[in-house]
């Protein structure tokens, strides 16, 4: 039985979400709320895409088609929104076997395929994929290139005295001296969330960079996605120096963004003590991992990183195919606004 393909509409928002907190590959980024106001800010159409064998949906997929120019693009997620992954969410995977879960997998991105290109008529196409989904292969079957990305993840399962064994003994001390210096991680409110976004936006221009998409739309996702959001931030005689926002989803914490290096030089890093403190509260509200976004993958910014905790790397995979001039043209355009853009990542921190 082939797969079919449908567009969502807005009376599918309860069933897709539900498919992505069932699933493994499900992420937060992959919410109906989070992709229609992706939509919203990007300019960009939205394809909520549903598989379905029979009657029975085996997976989606969200696609934002752009055109610009001599560009028909498709991308899963959409750059500069600090979306770190999309791409396909299929059904049951875990549960299926080898067998059949190949061929639900392979089917389905056989009938997407289909749809970008004779329906969306598409010449460049990148999708990040979710890190649970460890096979890229039905794309590489299907013409696309690959390359890598990665995180690095915290197992927090031993606790926070076990944790704290692994720190050096510099960095224990550096713990003791911000506390002795008087920094207080608190947790934030939505004054403390656009702070914030101000102390980032200030650290990016002197990098000669933009805030990796509008003040409005962090405000929005803020104002849809409170419920798995904690604000971290670090006070020094009640003035706000640094903070992180997190995202709290399934049985992860994700440093999201923020952490943006003070302007003035504070020894020891209040930053230090910032993840410290979150990873504290991870532990006793029963988290499982902490993860920290895109760093593991910045030549500058996963030493520091690695250093401290000892955590795992997990890769993921970005999948892309371009015919030969839009390749060219993309690249091109890419050089001139990456100038100005960041990498999906925080700001400088030390």
């Given at each position: ?116 290109k004779y329906e969306l008529k598409a010449n460049y196409i990148e999708v990040f994929l979710s890190p649970a989904l460890q096979d890229p292969r039905p794309f590489s079957w299907s013409g696309y290139s690959i390359r890598l990305d990665s ?190 853009m960041s990498k999906e990542s925080s700001p400088s921190t030390e």
């Amino acid at each position: 039985m082939t797969i079919e393909i449908r567009i969502a509409q807005s009376d599918d928002a309860e069933e897709w979400d539900s498919i992505i907190s069932k699933s493994s590959h499900g992420t937060i980024f992959h919410s109906w709320n989070w992709l229609k106001i992706a939509e919203k800010y990007t300019h960009s159409k939205l394809y909520p895409l549903i598989g379905v064998k029979g009657s029975t949906p085996v997976g989606v997929f969200p696609l934002f088609f752009q055109k610009k120019g001599p560009v028909r693009k498709v991308s899963s997620p959409p750059r500069h929104l600090s979306m770190y992954y999309l791409g396909p969410v299929m059904i049951g995977y875990d549960t299926l076997k080898q067998e059949k879960r190949e061929n639900n997998y392979i089917d389905f991105q056989n009938a997407v395929e289909h749809f970008i290109k004779y329906e969306l008529k598409a010449n460049y196409i990148e999708v990040f994929l979710s890190p649970a989904l460890q096979d890229p292969r039905p794309f590489s079957w299907s013409g696309y290139s690959i390359r890598l990305d990665s995180d690095y993840v915290v197992d927090l399962s031993n606790g926070i005295d076990n944790l704290y064994k692994i720190l050096d003994r510099k960095q224990r001390a550096d713990l003791k001296r911000a506390n002795d210096k008087g920094m207080i991680v608190e947790i934030g409110t939505k004054k403390d969330y656009e702070k914030i976004l101000d102390l980032s936006e200030i650290r990016y221009a002197k990098q000669g960079k933009l805030l990796p998409g509008s003040k409005d739309y962090f405000l929005e996702i803020f104002e849809t996605f409170e419920k798995h959001m904690k604000i971290f931030v670090v006070k020094i005689e009640g003035e706000v120096v640094t903070g992180t926002i997190y995202l709290q989803y399934k049985e992860s914490f994700y440093v999201w963004f923020g952490n943006a290096k003070p302007e003035n030089r504070i020894t020891p890093s209040p930053n230090h003590l910032l993840y410290w403190e979150s990873i504290r509260y991870a532990i006793e509200h029963e988290l499982k991992y902490f993860t920290i976004l895109g760093s593991a993958d910045h030549k500058r910014l996963h030493k520091f990183y690695a250093a401290r905790l000892n955590p795992e790397l997990r890769i993921r995979y970005i999948v892309g195919k371009s015919s030969f001039l839009t390749g060219i043209f993309v690249k091109g355009y890419s050089t001139i606004k990456n100038y100005t853009m960041s990498k999906e990542s925080s700001p400088s921190t030390e």
